[in-house]
Nanobody
């Protein structure tokens, strides 16, 4: 599977960004998808996940109510709408695909394929 995240950039605190991830190499409509982020020197952390239908979503507590994950199965893309950004959201953001089709049991552990990340910088 090939994953390409894009849409990062520099934004002021309180602003918004929308990340996108283009997916190829597997049947996208069978894949749960996830977003993770990593601050240099720290472990990668879970941000959000969505099942293959788009009907079920999961969020880290730190982003709940501010971020929204969505997908377009016709375009083979997954999105992360990030609102009310703050400095603690500064990180490299990665989209992720799961090990197996039609599986989303543990959003923090089901993902094993990563694309190149996109940097989000929030200035305070």
């Amino acid at each position: 599977v090939q994953l390409q995240a894009y849409g990062g950039g520099l934004v002021q605190a309180g602003g918004s960004l929308r990340l996108s991830c283009s997916v190829s190499g597997r049947t996208f409509s069978a894949l749960a998808m996830g977003w993770f982020r990593q601050i240099p020197g720290k472990e990668r952390e879970f941000v959000a996940a969505i099942d293959w239908t788009g009907g079920t979503t999961f969020y880290a507590d730190s982003v709940k109510g501010r971020f929204t994950i969505s997908r377009d199965n016709a375009k083979n893309e997954v999105y992360l709408q990030m609102d009310r950004l703050n400095a603690e959201d500064t990180a490299v953001y990665y989209c992720a695909a799961p090990y197996h089709d039609y599986i989303l049991l543990d959003p923090k552990r089901d993902f094993g394929f990563w694309g190149r990340g996109t940097l989000v910088t929030v200035s305070s």
